[in-house]
């Protein structure tokens, strides 16, 4: 299955990749997560883009096309993916287009409230990347990633005024991607509130219906 996750900043698209892909065997590849581990690395894309990703701000679409080039051509691809957070503009969607047949786009749907709420509460593990929340998802011991004992962080992006800048990117430069994949037929619209098992699993009958 070969998927993308198209949705505004906040709107669980991370979370429920993590369950998807263990229950559809499938890799899944954050761009965000990407480039913060480039970051994190001190590579040469990472300086590149570590004053936009705190920013808020998109990375140009040249560096990013090319990272998500390279990244389907690896072998783990060939079982399927799901795409989270790319693309973001219709530049990128039409190079995608190029790169692989896709089976459907989740369109994750969830009102600005919650994608204040669920992003200021977030807390992430730097090294394993899991997603916790301070009151929906909270880590057993506060602070700490449940495997590790790492502490948590918050990320730099997740203050509240890069939230609202974020949602004018995504409104902006994304929001036009619905039309676009409504228009080839691979749109599949999907409630994002609630739990995120339940959201899951109408995922899961939204794709086999
Ligand atoms: P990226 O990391 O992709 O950020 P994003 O799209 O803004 O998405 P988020 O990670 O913020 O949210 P999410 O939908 O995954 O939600 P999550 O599951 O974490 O991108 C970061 C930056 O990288 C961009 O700003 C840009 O600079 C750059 N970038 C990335 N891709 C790019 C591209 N294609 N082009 C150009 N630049 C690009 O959940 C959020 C919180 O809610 C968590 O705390 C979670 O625990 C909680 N939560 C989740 N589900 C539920 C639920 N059902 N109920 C209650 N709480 C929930």
Redesign the pocket.
């Given at each position: 299955m070969r998927l993308v996750?198209l949705?505004?900043?906040?709107?669980?698209?991370?979370?429920?990749?993590?369950i998807a892909k263990e229950s559809f065997h499938i890799v899944h590849i954050?761009?965000?997560?990407?480039?913060?581990s480039a970051v994190k690395d001190g590579s040469d894309l990472g300086r590149r883009?570590q004053a936009?990703?705190a920013?808020?701000?998109?990375?140009?679409?040249d560096l990013?096309i090319e990272m998500?080039r390279r990244r389907l051509a690896q072998d783990d691809c060939k079982g399927g993916f799901i795409l989270?957070?790319?693309?973001?503009?219709i530049a990128?969607a039409d190079a995608l287009a190029g790169m692989a047949v896709l089976d459907a786009v989740v369109n994750?749907q969830i009102t600005r409230e919650?994608v204040v709420?669920?992003?200021s509460?977030?807390?992430?593990c730097r090294s394993t990347g899991r997603?916790?929340?301070?009151?929906?998802?909270p880590p057993k011991r506060e602070g700490l990633d449940d495997d590790t004992g790492e502490p948590l962080v918050k990320?730099p992006?997740?203050e509240e005024e890069k939230i609202l800048f974020?949602l004018s990117?995504?409104e902006k430069a994304t929001a036009p991607l619905i039309d676009y994949y409504r228009r080839k037929g691979l749109l599949v619209d999907l409630d994002?509130?609630?739990?995120?098992q339940?959201?899951f699993e109408r995922l899961r009958k939204t794709l086999q219906g």
């Open positions: 996750f949705g505004p900043p906040g709107a669980g698209k991370g979370t429920i990749a993590a954050s761009t965000g997560d990407l480039f913060r883009v936009i990703l920013s808020g701000a998109l990375v140009p679409d990013t998500v989270d957070g790319f693309p973001r503009t990128q994750f919650e709420q669920r992003l509460g977030r807390r992430v997603i916790y929340h301070i009151i929906y998802n990320r992006d997740d974020r990117v995504y994002a509130g609630g739990k995120s339940d959201i």
